[in-house]
């Protein structure tokens, strides 16, 4: 089985700021939200035998709390979106052409200097192409726009439906991996 989990909370997250691909730790609130997924999963009987994670750190620290002692991986394809310009933006005050983007992910292109969802999309599809061989239980570490990239590739009939979809930190989505075969992912609620 795949777990793939949204970082915990950063100064950033709730500040409300674009934090993109800027490197901050997680909070306090942050670290408790890894502990209580931790808590959760361990719950379930869930061991992982691999831990990947974007190279960042709130992701790679929250991989280290969710699967202690499991060497952590990173991998660049599972970073958060490249937010160009707008990388530190306000987001009670977007900008005019960030806020239609955030308002319609679907069907409004990303506004110049910013990753194109497309792109995302093929990165974490990659990323995740590279697993059809892995066995046991695996953790993904990664960024709300990741996450929604990953969801996507997995499933193309979804026709854009994980954008729009709130991800909150240290949501979790299970995939099932069978002979190569992914499944549908579900969020843990």
Known sequence: MIYIIRHG????????????RSDFPLNDRGIA?????????AGMG??????????????????GIVAPGVTVEADDR????????????????PAPEVATFFSDF???P?????EPLAHVVTRTGDFMEGLRACAG??????????????????????KGG??????GNCAIYTVSLEDGSFGVPVELV
């Open 137 to 158: 239980d695996l953790l993904i570490s990664t960024h709300a726009i990741a996450m929604k990239g990953i969801l996507e590739y997995l499933t193309p009939g979804s």
């Open 46 to 63: 869930v061991r992982f035998d691999r831990v990947f994670s974007s190279p960042l750190r709130r992701t790679i620290q929250t991989a």
């Open 9 to 20: 909370e950063t100064a950033m997250n709730s500040r409300h700021v674009l934090q993109g």
């Open 106 to 108: 679907a069907h409004n």
């Open 33 to 41: 939200q890894a502990e209580a997924a931790a808590r959760r999963l």
């Open 162 to 167: 994980y954008w729009s979809k709130y991800v």
């Open 110 to 114: 990303a506004p110049r200097g910013m």
């Open 78 to 93: 599972l970073i958060e979106m490249e937010y160009g310009p707008y990388e530190g933006m306000d987001l009670h005050a």
